[in-house]
């Protein structure tokens, strides 16, 4: 084996590594809002994400905000379901604890559809923005 | 807690802190940047709504 393709063999196995690393920052940084930055050791920015996208979609339940079901042959309803995804963990949590069902009466059900979507939206800018930082373009 | 204009106020509170803390990394510029966003938010929230307020709903 030559020190040519070592070399070669050599950077192929860091890519795939530096590739994994940066696929599990992701999946961190999607499941626990914050957390990317954290890993990162950006602690001031990863608290403030933390706090704010968590206030913001418990926000949004408390006001009787839904969480919109992946229904493909509505697309507004399909978008709003992928909206609430983007927060992670908390929308597990509210899916498996049945919460999010939304009061289409409530006085501040487009409040909190609102929140709980923008919270989502939110996080995945701040995922991208761990991304971001880890392949060095901030 | 059914205030709009209170709502209105804590959304964009949450929205400008979030976008000032991704835009900028000095604390001094993320305070300058999320104050000149949040008063932005609420300006524009309070303009929009006098402008239709004359309109039926």
């Not at chain 2, 709009?4 to 959304?11: A, E, G, I, P, S």
Request: aromatic share 10%; charged share 10%.
């Amino acid at each position: 084996m030559t020190i040519k393709s070592m070399t070669t063999k050599s950077t192929a196995a860091t890519a795939r590594t530096d590739s994994g690393a940066l696929a599990l920052l992701c999946l961190v940084a999607w499941a626990v809002p914050g957390a990317g930055h954290l890993w990162l050791g950006r602690r001031q920015k990863g608290v403030v994400f933390l706090a704010a996208l968590l206030v913001m979609f418990v926000l949004g339940l408390w006001l009787e905000g839904r969480i919109f079901p992946l229904a493909l042959s509505e697309p507004l309803v399909a978008l709003a379901a992928i909206a609430n995804f983007g927060v992670g963990v908390p929308w597990l949590l509210a899916r498996m604890l049945d919460l999010g069902g939304g009061t289409v009466t409530a006085v501040t059900y487009e409040y909190g559809n609102c929140f709980l979507i923008v919270a989502g939206l939110l996080n995945f800018l701040v995922m991208l923005d761990a991304y971001d930082i880890a392949t060095g373009r901030k | 807690m059914t205030s709009h204009l209170l709502l209105m106020v804590v959304f964009a509170l949450l929205v400008s802190t979030v976008f000032a803390v991704l835009l900028r990394d000095e604390p001094r510029d993320q305070l300058w940047t999320g104050a000149r966003m949040f008063a932005a938010f609420v300006g524009v929230g309070l303009l929009l709504g006098w402008l239709m307020y004359p309109l039926p709903l």
